[in-house]
């Protein structure tokens, strides 16, 4: 079984450093694991050409057939965006448009499992909306949401690295609940991997 992992980040930081965590967890459970870095990518924006609801494919030439490709034989999709403004970024925005043409070729994406991080500067800083954002993408894809399920009283279910903390800022590789929730999304996942096979 395979994950593929995509950082919606235009560097490798923060929200880098949680999927990283995540994935660790998948291979560490025997799920063949891979990180796409979205801007390594060519991926031009949607024309609204509406040519894939007849063909089923997408008519522009860059890297999406590829991408495309991997995530038909793939098992499982951890997306991972910082909050831009309380959504996710114009670069994840722009893939998840371009995968239109997946839906269209009768639901190629349904029944994958879906994991979602995110990060913001800012407590409430937009790591909520920007995850939701991400899971109606992949609700109307069909796929399956797997959460974080740590402890109820004191873990959330949603992956959300912040820099903020009561007294300044840290990176967000220091924020030990967010890679605690990472490391969880990343067993979660395999779990129900294991147990859908
Ligand atoms: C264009 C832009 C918009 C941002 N908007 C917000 C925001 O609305 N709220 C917030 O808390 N942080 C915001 N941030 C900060 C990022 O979410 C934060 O630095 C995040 O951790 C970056 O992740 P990275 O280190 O993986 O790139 C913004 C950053 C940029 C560059």
Request: glycine share 10%.
């Amino acid at each position: 079984m395979k994950v593929i992992g995509i950082l919606g980040s235009p560097v490798k930081r923060g929200t880098h450093f949680l999927l990283k965590k995540s994935l660790k967890v998948l291979s560490e459970k025997n799920i063949e694991t891979e990180l796409l870095h979205i801007i390594d990518y060519d991926i031009k924006f949607c024309t609204g050409c509406n040519k894939c609801l007849r063909k089923g494919k997408c008519v522009l030439d860059d890297d999406m057939e590829k991408i495309g490709d991997k995530l038909i034989k793939a098992d499982g999709i951890l997306m991972a965006s910082p909050s831009y403004f309380g959504t996710p970024t114009a670069q994840i925005k722009k893939f998840m448009d371009r995968t239109r043409y997946l839906k269209m070729d009768d639901q190629r994406l349904k029944d994958k499992i879906l994991g979602v991080i995110s990060s913001s500067g800012l407590n409430q800083g937009g790591g909520q909306s920007t995850t939701e954002d991400i899971y109606r993408f992949g609700l109307m894809h069909g796929m399956l949401i797997i959460v974080p399920c740590g402890a109820p009283q004191t873990e959330a279910n949603m992956v959300i690295g912040t820099a903020e903390k009561t007294d300044g800022w840290r990176p967000i590789k220091k924020d030990k609940k967010a890679e605690k929730l990472a490391k969880n999304l990343g067993d979660r996942m395999a779990d129900v991997m294991n147990k859908l096979k």
